[in-house]
Antibody, heavy 125, light 107 residues
Framework: EVQLVESGGGLVQPGGSLRLSCVVSGFTFSSHEMNWVRQAPGKGLEWVSYISSSGDTIYYADSVKGRFTISRDNAKNSLYLQMNSLRAEDTAVYYC??????????????????WGQGTMVIVSS | DIQMTQSPSSVSASVGDRVTITCRASQGISNWLAWYQQKPGKAPKLLIYAASSLQSGVPLRFSGSGSGTDFTLTISSLQPEDFATYYCQQTNSFPRVFGPGTKVDIK
């Protein structure tokens, strides 16, 4: 069964740090690009970060650039999000999401076909 | 950055109705658009990728169309399990922005 399981969320004070993990199973992790997407309570989806299958290409949303770091360990089938200098506005459910490898006109379309269940991060004093 | 808008923000419909949701990009994104369905307390589910390609396992009543800046998601005959919030996402470039969502609820 294809599965993504996030962990590491919790309550943290403003300015603090957390490291989220996403352990995958049921597919070849090293073949897939991965993303983190978050959703603040009662709000819409916000794309946070992307990492290529090899880890050599990374992008961030402006809202987290310089504070969050995405990484992966293909040998451990794991994706990570190191979150530093946390702010109240970072409070959200954080999802890891796998990009599909289906090709469209010779390229992958960038859509996320498998999602984890999410882990809640609360930034509050 | 590309901005995404959706309309309407919410729609009330009955089982069996045809529902159309529109998504607009602030600049051309070719056909690099995905649609997701999300139910309360659950992770999003991919419905459509590359504007019109149906994800495996998704019912045929869902369809997508469009290219450039204007896109639509159509549910041909709304079923009870389709009441949810729908998001578009541009996948043409980074940042991979989502639309604000369209909530489909029961009339």
């Amino acid at each position: 069964e294809v599965q993504l399981v996030e962990s590491g969320g919790g309550l943290v004070q403003p300015g603090g740090s957390l490291r989220l993990s996403c352990v995958v199973s049921g597919f070849t992790f090293s073949s897939h690009e991965m993303n983190w997407v978050r959703q603040a309570p009662g709000k819409g989806l916000e794309w946070v970060s992307y990492i290529s299958s090899s880890g050599d290409t990374i992008y961030y949303a402006d809202s987290v650039k310089g504070r969050f770091t995405i990484s992966r360990d293909n040998a451990k089938n794991s994706l990570y999000l190191q979150m530093n200098s946390l702010r109240a506005e970072d409070t959200a459910v954080y999802y890891c999401a796998r990009e599909t490898v289906i090709m469209v006109r010779g390229v992958t379309p960038g859509a996320c076909d498998i999602w984890g269940q999410g882990t809640m991060v609360i930034v509050s004093s | 950055d590309i901005q995404m808008t959706q309309s309407p923000s919410s729609v009330s419909a009955s089982v069996g109705d045809r529902v159309t949701i529109t998504c607009r990009a602030s600049q051309g994104i070719s056909n690099w658009l995905a649609w997701y369905q999300q139910k309360p307390g659950k992770a999003p589910k991919l419905l459509i990728y590359a504007a019109s390609s149906l994800q495996s396992g998704v019912p045929l009543r869902f369809s997508g169309s469009g290219s450039g800046t204007d896109f639509t998601l159509t549910i041909s005959s709304l079923q009870p399990e389709d009441f949810a919030t729908y998001y578009c996402q541009q996948t043409n470039s980074f940042p991979r922005v989502f639309g604000p969502g369209t909530k489909v609820d029961i009339k």
